[in-house]
């Protein structure tokens, strides 16, 4: 069934096609919720309420743009008004010092590459908002540039250099895996922080 | 590890997803929850559609009577006026009751309905 007659049927009251078009886009809507609320226990509620919302406005979408781009500007919307509401927006900035304490406690001397993996993951995870936003969207939905613009209401120019600066960001990060004495410079000024 | 190996990984990265799960059966559980809104609605909706014409009916029936025994309608509006605590109550009661029937009650039961 395409998204064309799923929402035909759901708009004529069939429940079922609801629940299957819920199936269809949750993961869409917990990569989104997940990476901007971070928190497990809160995320099956700020999903519910984005799938709440897509029923009540389902009537209201005009084809204009790809079902899971509309969903997906929803699923942003109700994430960053539930961090402002819950005065939730807090921004890691990478070059704090507990953002360089995260990075020296990585042993860079026996790592297997799933801790690696793992460690990527966690400094995706301590990203600024905005950078997450966009890495999440473009690398791991594959939304092209302007979708990510319609989603976010970011202008493209700027959706192109947070994707650039989060990337420069994280391999900044992760230079001590490379270089060794990146590494050492950043114990010594940890250490000089702490 | 190698400048280039690091740039893989970490697009390999960008690309896996968050380790975000929902727990089974949310989409039955948000279908549930958007049928009981929906149904809140609509039961809210019928009970006002009731009160309305149940006043509509009283209104009509006094202007019928205003033209038919104005001294029967002032005997009934005197003894109204008189007795306002007691029909007060009696107004209320009746229209919680219908407030009950119409939306309380098929909340609870869907409610308990839900969690069972």
């Known amino acids: 069934m395409n998204d064309t007659e799923l929402i035909n049927q759901i708009l004529e009251g069939n429940m079922n096609a609801f629940t299957f078009l819920v199936n269809r886009y949750q993961k869409l809507v917990v990569h989104i919720t997940g990476r901007l609320v971070q928190r497990q226990e809160e995320l099956e509620d700020v999903c519910q309420e984005v799938f709440i919302k897509v029923y009540q406005n389902l009537g209201k979408y005009r084809n204009e743009c790809k079902l899971s781009t509309w969903i997906a500007t929803i699923a942003y919307n109700t994430s960053i008004n539930y961090l402002r509401k819950f005065k939730k927006f807090e ?3 990478p070059e704090d010092s507990v953002a360089l304490r995260n990075l020296t406690d990585f042993r860079n001397e026996n790592y297997e590459t799933a801790d690696l993996k793992r460690y990527v993951r966690e400094q995706i ?37 947070y994707l650039f600066r989060a990337k420069a ?20 000024i940890s250490n000089e922080k702490g | ?28 559980r948000v279908t549930a929850s958007v049928i009981r809104q929906e ?28 033209l038919v025994d104005k001294d029967l309608l002032f ?10 605590v007691v029909v007060g109550f009696l107004v209320l009661t009746l229209n919680f009751i219908l407030f009950a029937d119409k939306v309380l009650l098929r909340l609870l039961f869907s409610r308990r309905r839900q969690t069972n």
Do not use: C
């Not at chain 1, 990060?173 to 990146?182: E, F, M, P, Q, R």
């Not at chain 2, 697009?11 to 059966?25: H, I, N, T």
């Open chain 2, 75 to 84: 005997r009934t509006l005197n003894f109204f006026v008189a007795n306002w």
């Open chain 1, 169 to 188: 960001l994280l391999r900044e990060k992760l230079k001590h895996i490379v270089d060794d004495n990146s590494l050492k410079l950043v114990k010594e």
């Open chain 2, 39 to 66: 149904q809140w609605k609509t039961d809210l909706q019928e009970y006002f559609y009731l009160t309305a014409i149940v006043f509509g009916l009283i209104a009509l029936l006094t202007g019928v009577y205003y």
């Open chain 1, 125 to 161: 995870e301590l990203l600024p908002i905005q950078y997450r936003t966009v890495v999440t969207l473009f690398h791991l939905e594959e939304f092209s540039y302007q979708e990510i613009e319609q989603i976010t209401g970011m202008p493209e120019g700027t959706v192109k250099s």
């Open chain 2, 1 to 28: 590890m190698r400048k280039d190996e690091l740039t893989d990984m970490i697009e390999q990265s960008l690309g896996a997803a968050p380790e975000f799960r929902l727990q089974e059966g949310f989409a039955q």
């Open chain 1, 91 to 93: 921004e890691v900035n």
